[in-house]
């Protein structure tokens, strides 16, 4: 199992977020034998949305896609997400397109 798959055009991403970092990236992958996940830092803090929000925005820019291209499907309110993401534009070097 690895932390992202692909259906159709879509891209399922599987996370753990660390929010009040010092910077937003990705980090290193989780290995779990229910479902990996890669980390990915980000700098806003897990308040009020406000982490979930930001989350969106960053991952907006690094797949160039609208904010509204990419949906929480689990984990709202957990630091563990699946997250979809419609369509992307550019993939981070961790992930490879679909076949």
Known sequence: MTFYK????????????QPKASKDEFAEVL????CDRIKIRITAPPVD???NKHLI????????VA?????IKNGDTGRTKHLIIQNPKQLPEQIKPSA
């Open 6 to 17: 692909w259906e159709d055009e879509d891209l399922h991403l599987f996370i753990k977020v």
């Open 31 to 34: 290995t779990d034998p229910l």
């Open 49 to 51: 949305g406000k982490a």
């Open 57 to 64: 925005k960053y991952l907006s820019s690094v797949f160039k």
């Open 67 to 71: 904010k509204s291209a990419i949906t």
